[in-house]
């Protein structure tokens, strides 16, 4: 009975030891969708405008991942509004939504962004089409993430948003869409990450479009960067 007891004693010791370990883990690691304090997030309202899209490096699980396919340093973006003075990011997080754009900027990687433009923006956006691009989004505003990066409606992931928006209320098609196949699927962190969300059966098949397709569009011109 005595060695039971020691026994017993020595496995909650350990499991305890372990819930401690994965409490302060998961404390210490930063949330995605929360702002990160110390984080300057001033921006000139005065060259920023409505319709404007920005990119930042995510702090999400999946943005190395993304990065490593996709070959390219930004993992996240949203399309710029001017609501009642205020800018808003509207974005794809979990659910679709718009975030102040401070906030926003305050979330990603040392604060860091870049906003880019159409380049004919002043003749195409008009107030009638921006109009048009809220009422688009609206849409699919409040629809749950996509994790497995599926091209229907039923949930949707961050680049995604702003092709479709921009497509469907402008005619517009900004950066090239291109298969998951056509990724880079080779590093062991990115094979992870696929396994995760899709097992052995990768719909390689499957229309997507990245952040890099959209941040290399010819289509846009870079408007500022801190």
Request: charged residues 25%; hydrophobic residues 35%.
């Amino acid at each position: 009975m005595k060695k039971v007891i020691t026994i017993s004693s020595i496995l909650g010791l350990v499991i305890l030891g372990g819930l401690y370990f994965k409490q302060k883990y998961h404390a210490q690691k930063p949330n995605p969708t929360e702002p990160q304090a110390g984080i300057s997030t001033s921006i000139d309202s005065k060259v920023i405008k409505d319709g404007d899209l920005i990119f930042q490096v995510s702090l999400s699980a999946q943005s190395k991942p993304i990065q490593l396919a996709t070959k390219s340093k930004y993992s996240h973006c949203g399309i710029v509004y001017r609501e009642s003075g205020k800018f808003y990011v509207f974005e794809a997080v979990q659910p679709v939504k718009t975030t102040p754009l401070g906030e926003w900027i305050a979330r990603g990687e040392n604060g860091h962004y870049v906003v880019k433009r159409l380049k004919n923006a002043d003749q195409i956006l008009t107030p009638e089409v921006l109009k048009k691009m809220k009422a688009e989004g609206g849409k699919l505003k409040g629809k749950n993430y996509d994790l497995t990066f599926e091209w229907n409606d039923d949930r949707i992931y961050c680049s995604e948003l702003i092709w479709k928006v921009y497509q469907r209320a402008t005619g517009i098609e900004i950066g090239k869409l291109e298969t998951l196949g056509g990724f880079d699927l080779t590093s062991e962190i990115v094979k992870q990450k696929l396994y995760e969300r899709y097992g052995n059966n990768i719909p390689k098949d499957e229309t997507v479009i990245s952040p890099a397709a959209l941040y290399n569009s010819e289509l846009l011109v870079t408007i500022m960067s801190n």
